[in-house]
């Protein structure tokens, strides 16, 4: 039986999930406005709001399809998606006649080139438009610091949506720039967004860096006339051959390439310069074109987004993105739910000193697709990234070094493969125990901390049930140990100043009809208020220096239980350790 997508009778109209005007994700519930050119205008088309299943939703003749490789919506017309207020505000303070077709090109020049990836960049906010128009002049009378601060609490705030429209809106009026310009790329000497490109027709021998922000190609120079050197947040690079036969489009200030480029072409990097066979190598599948870093020495810890076994995101916690939610957000909304957020600390005391791959195999043959990561801390040992592997497998590691940089690729199905380490130290043998014998869930993944010499202890809390979700547990000599999901900076979390005050006890919670799901609650204790009383029911458990907590969890499901260490001289029991 056909489906309503596949009727002839609706035209496809793709959704994005970056808004055209202001840059920022879709939020689950936005209202939206599609962008579609017919044979003789721009239409504007009310395209419902942001859904969490990504369903298509219909509106005769329209459907508006999230599908990211729809095979109807490659082929039509390209189109553009703005929040509804962000066009509203767009339109009310534009006056130019083909104001919409110039919100479609500037919306599209987000996109590098036809048919491109969605890059998902976070947008680099002028907030002296937001200043100037919402009666907030006191705030440019404040120390840069403090402004920073205030804007940094806003998030996704509608105010900061303001300030990027606005500056769009400025765009849209710069002069001299509405002749539409068609041409080699190799012809270009020098371009940036806003101005006319300088073309030169010889000698131009160097190859060419394109700087890609949140707008689009924000420059284009030939190789060393850059400035750039670190990793950013904000930017890709790319470097093109001197001969490449690209065609490149300029109009209203926007640089695009024509046509897409062929499989491979372009590599996309976060840092200038970035070589993909750079620093050891794990063995690795050979597609993706986006290669992302961490640099180990600057981050204190990493979220690593995992679907069951599959990584499909990572977050470095830096002064500049504190929290995971960022990254969180660019991860299709229809699966979020069901994503683990692992998080690995990176304490000072004791900063990540190895890292390795075990691969699966299948008769002796290596399934490169199978990967499980590790980790070594000099007093942590080692631990799984996700569930404990299952399996015959071939392990690789390497030492991590002062200065080592994490080195992935987002592959062209979105998950994320780790592809090795830059700048690092020499190989090291792996040794993995025996995995736990009968995990309560499929996929769980697992983790032991003893309760001696602790210092503190972080429990992190689902804001709506108040289940616990997770656990830090803080040591006296600086080190860190994770149990469950911590999701640093998001979740409510609570301190349990002394081992003694922390109890917990697990539930069965009916999610559905036929459907009992495993939870862990934990309540710190406050030896005036109240003592013991609160735990002589039988189903609490009180915890003691003497203990080590064993955690099993996924995205949904937690058990946490108890472990009496009879020898106070026993070696560390925690799993996964890696050796040199």
């Not at 005391?349 to 697709?369: F, Y």
Request: hydrophobic fraction near 35%.
């Amino acid at each position: 039986m056909m489906s309503h997508q596949d009727r002839p009778s609706f035209q496809h109209v793709r959704i994005h999930r970056q808004c055209g005007a202001c840059g920022f994700l879709f939020g689950i519930g936005d209202h939206l406005v599609a962008l579609r050119a017919s044979s003789t205008r721009i239409i504007a088309l009310d395209a419902a709001t942001f859904a969490a299943t990504g369903t298509p939703q219909t509106r005769d003749p329209y459907l508006f399809c999230r599908h990211p490789h729809c095979k109807i919506c490659s082929a039509a017309a390209e189109t553009a998606t703005v929040h509804r207020d962000c066009f509203n505000l767009y339109s009310s303070r534009t006056a130019l006649p083909d104001k919409l077709y110039r919100l479609l090109k500037c919306s599209l020049a987000r996109y590098p080139w036809p048919q491109s990836t969605p890059l998902l960049l976070s947008p680099v906010v002028n907030t002296t438009h937001g200043i100037a128009h919402s009666h907030l002049r006191k705030l440019a009378k404040l120390p840069p610091e403090l402004t920073t601060m205030i804007w940094g609490y806003l998030g996704q705030h509608a105010l900061l949506r303001l300030c990027c429209v606005l500056e769009t809106i400025d765009f849209a009026h710069r002069k001299g720039l509405d002749t539409p310009l068609l041409g080699p790329l190799r012809q270009v000497q020098f371009w940036q967004r806003g101005k006319l490109p300088i073309i030169a027709t010889s000698g131009l021998s160097k190859p060419l860096q394109m700087t890609i922000d949140s707008r689009g190609i924000r420059c284009i120079e030939r190789s060393g006339c850059s400035t750039a050197q670190l990793r950013s947040t904000f930017d890709l690079y790319t470097t093109v051959d001197a001969e490449n036969d690209f065609t490149i489009s300029f109009q209203f200030g926007v640089g695009r390439l024509a046509t897409p480029p062929r499989p491979a072409t372009l590599q996309l990097t976060d840092t200038p310069n970035l070589s993909p066979k750079a620093g050891f190598q794990f063995p690795s599948p050979k597609h993706g074109d986006r290669l992302a870093t961490v640099d180990l020495d600057h981050c204190s810890g990493i979220t690593f987004f995992l679907l069951k076994r599959d990584l499909l995101a990572i977050h470095a916690h830096t002064p500049t993105a504190p929290t995971a939610d960022t990254t969180f957000a660019q991860i299709e909304s229809t699966i979020q739910p069901s994503l683990s957020w692992f998080y690995v600390p990176n304490p000072p005391r004791d900063k990540i000193s190895a890292l390795g791959v075990r691969i699966g195999t299948k008769e002796g043959e290596p399934q490169l697709n199978q990967r499980t990561y590790l980790v070594r801390t000099p007093h942590r040992g080692g631990f799984y990234i996700g569930p404990p592997p299952t399996g015959p497998g071939q392990q690789h590691a390497v030492l991590t070094t002062s200065r080592s940089t994490l080195l992935s690729v987002v592959a062209r199905n979105k998950s994320v493969v780790i592809r090795g380490v830059l700048r690092e130290g020499g190989p090291c043998s792996v040794v993995v125990p025996p995995a736990p014998e009968n995990p309560p869930f499929p996929d769980a993944c697992h983790a032991l901390a003893k309760l001696s010499c602790v210092k503190s202890i972080w429990i992190f809390r689902d804001e709506e049930s108040r289940y616990c979700r997770g656990l830090i547990v803080e040591y006296h000599d600086g080190t860190e140990k994770v149990l469950g999901q911590c999701r640093v900076g998001v979740d409510l979390a609570e301190r349990c100043g002394a081992v003694e005050q922390l109890s917990f006890k697990v539930v069965r919670r009916q999610e559905r009809p036929g459907k009992r799901m495993t939870m862990v609650m934990v309540m710190v204790r406050s030896s005036r208020s109240q003592g013991n009383d609160a735990c002589d029911d039988g189903q609490w458990t009180v915890c003691s220096h003497e203990d080590t907590l064993e955690v099993w969890a996924t995205a949904t499901q937690m058990v946490m239980t108890i472990t009496k260490l009879t020898d106070s001289n026993s070696p560390d029991t925690r799993v996964n350790v890696l050796s040199d």
